[in-house]
């Protein structure tokens, strides 16, 4: 059971003024999308890892485009041969590098 203490109970309301300038102050927000959530250290190691092991994986570049396959060598700091699944090779730049996956290793330490 219930008992009122005889306090009064306040609902938030809104004026139509208040209503009108929320609106208008969402509908000129914008969300802008962050280039990468990795850092180019984490990207190179997680891709030295990947060469290390030989593990097929999947990279996101900044063009929107999907790659998979396998890091074939790298040629220099920042410049890496990438082998697709289909047999093409592609000289990818870790500046390019939107986001990386696999199947095992890079999801959970992406999340930590």
């Known amino acids: 059971m219930y008992e ?3 306090k009064m109970k306040w609902n938030p309301f809104a004026t ?3 209503a ?3 609106r208008e102050y969402h ?14 250290d984490e990207i190179k190691m997680m891709l030295s890892f990947a060469l290390e092991m030989q593990l097929d994986i999947k990279i996101e570049l900044t063009d929107k485009k999907i790659v998979v396959g396998n890091i074939h060598l790298w ?3 920042t410049l890496f041969v990438f082998k697709e699944s289909s ?4 000289e990818i730049e ?3 590098i939107k986001g990386l996956s696999d199947d095992m290793y890079f999801d959970s330490y992406i999340k930590k």
């Open 94 to 96: 870790t500046k390019n």
């Open 27 to 40: 509908s000129e927000f914008e969300f802008k999308e962050l280039d990468s959530s990795l850092e180019q």
């Open 16 to 18: 139509a003024e208040l």
């Open 87 to 90: 047999g093409h090779y592609l």
């Open 75 to 77: 040629k220099n700091e």
């Open 20 to 22: 009108s300038a929320h």
């Open 4 to 6: 009122d203490r005889g």
